[in-house]
């Protein structure tokens, strides 16, 4: 047992506790994947789900491998490589707009060599990068970091936005709240959310007279339709059609009850369109219950932001304190909309979970993301060390 507990720390790095609740979220994930996925592998592979769940375990050793090595870098080589990586992120945005993939509706893939991407995910961890190196660098000047921020946020999101609405204002939200940790000037911080309120407004408002003007608004109507019928009370023959993944949603969740009927047991999931995506936190409660679900998937991403938190209060320096605060922010956000999603608290998104969803290079993404927040961890000096033990030490 010492020998295991020896490789497994010349293995992995950082905060033992995040990395816990990791390697929880990944197993859970292996499970729901191999148990959501048997439609898909009815339908791509013959009924071979052995083959969906050898795959996406591979994917996700993929993401662990990169989260080893990312881990042991130190997070000031992300400092360097801040604008190589926004120059990247824009580009392979840019060249989806005018070579990507569509699948269901909507433009955001990319395949180089037969594997499918979405660059959209290499946005958010690029452009946080990016986020934390201006804050950092012009701690004396935030108005400066600001217009540069806005500038590279712009940048990404008008490539993003017409394609991927929910992963654009998830970006924008995340990007805000880390410039006012930073306390960025309140009248820019105000003056901004007013100009991306008002926008979002006005493109739901006029999504009809916009998809007529324009192909670039073409998912407007959908944005629309989907607020529409979550906020409506219309159960017109296609209302319900619209709403069928939101109803099969709803029925998962309400026939799990607190205990589940138990992994590899959902009823749901053959109904059920993305459930090994978009809507695995449904099959998850279908399947584990309320009790399973909160000490599985939710207690995790919990104890993953609240030691991200803890560890960029006690960095000293600017660029690592934004650096894990803005990813540990922005993924647990979209943790938080998936699962609101899959119990229907908000209308349908499209945002995978975090680590648990299945998917192919965004699992690359995640290993990545996390594995610059264990760096940061893994590289504080002894002193901070001494000083959080300490303050973990202090009476209530």
Same mark, same amino acid.
């Given at each position: 047992m010492n020998q295991f507990a020896l490789i497994f720390k010349r293995i992995f790095r950082g905060d033992p506790y995040m990395l816990s609740a990791i390697f929880t979220l990944m197993v859970v994930s292996a499970l729901a994947v191999y148990s959501s996925a048997s439609v898909l592998a009815y339908q791509s592979r013959g009924g071979d789900t052995s083959g969906v769940l050898m795959r996406h375990c591979a994917m996700l050793l993929g993401g662990l491998a990169i989260l080893v090595c990312t881990s042991r870098l130190k997070p000031g080589v992300w400092m360097g490589l801040a604008w190589p990586m926004l120059f990247l992120a824009v580009g392979l945005q840019a060249l989806t707009l005018i070579a990507g993939t569509s699948i269901n509706g909507a433009s955001r893939w990319l395949s180089v060599g037969g594997v499918m991407f979405q660059p959209s995910e290499i946005s958010k961890v690029a452009l946080m990068v990016f986020v934390a190196r201006q804050l950092a660098v012009h701690q004396d000047n935030l108005s400066k970091a600001f217009w540069y921020i806005l500038a590279a946020t712009g940048a990404v999101c008008i490539l993003i936005v017409f394609e991927n609405l929910s992963t654009c204002v998830l970006i924008v939200f995340s990007v805000w709240v880390v410039m006012a940790v930073a306390r960025v000037p309140l009248i820019y911080l105000g003056g901004s959310a007013a100009v991306v309120g008002a926008f979002l407004a006005l493109v739901i408002i006029f999504a009809p007279q916009l998809s007529s003007v324009s192909g670039i608004f073409s998912r407007a109507n959908t944005w629309r339709a989907r607020i529409e019928r979550f906020v409506g009370d219309d159960d017109s023959a296609e209302v319900a059609a619209g709403n069928y993944q939101a109803e099969q949603a709803k029925a998962a969740v309400a026939t799990g009850?607190?205990?589940?009927?138990?992994?590899?047991?959902? $009823?749901?999931?053959?109904?059920?369109?993305?459930?090994?995506?978009?809507?695995?936190?449904?099959?998850?409660?279908?399947?584990?219950?309320?009790?399973?679900?909160?000490?599985?998937? &939710? #207690?995790? $991403?919990?104890? &993953?932001?609240?030691?991200?938190? $803890?560890?960029?209060?006690?960095? /000293? &320096?600017? %660029?690592?304190?934004?650096?894990?605060?803005? #990813? /540990?922010?922005? %993924?647990?956000?979209?943790? &938080?909309?998936?699962?609101? /999603?899959?119990?229907?608290?908000?209308?349908?998104?499209?945002?995978? #979970?975090?680590?648990?969803?299945?998917?192919?290079?965004?699992?690359?993404v995640m290993g990545l993301a996390y594995g610059m927040m264990l760096s940061v961890s893994n590289h504080m000096k002894p002193e901070q060390h001494k000083a959080s033990q300490q303050q973990q030490s202090l009476p209530d």
């Open positions: 009850g607190i205990k589940g009927k138990g992994p590899g047991n959902s $009823y749901i999931k053959n109904f059920l369109p993305m459930a090994f995506s978009d809507f695995i936190f449904s099959i998850i409660l279908e399947e584990w219950g309320i009790i399973g679900s909160f000490f599985f998937v &939710i #207690l995790p $991403y919990t104890a &993953i932001f609240a030691r991200a938190v $803890y560890i960029a209060r006690n960095c /000293v &320096i600017p %660029f690592r304190t934004f650096l894990i605060f803005g #990813l /540990v922010f922005m %993924f647990t956000t979209q943790a &938080i909309i998936n699962m609101a /999603v899959g119990v229907s608290l908000i209308p349908v998104t499209g945002q995978t #979970l975090p680590l648990v969803s299945m998917g192919g290079s965004s699992n690359f």
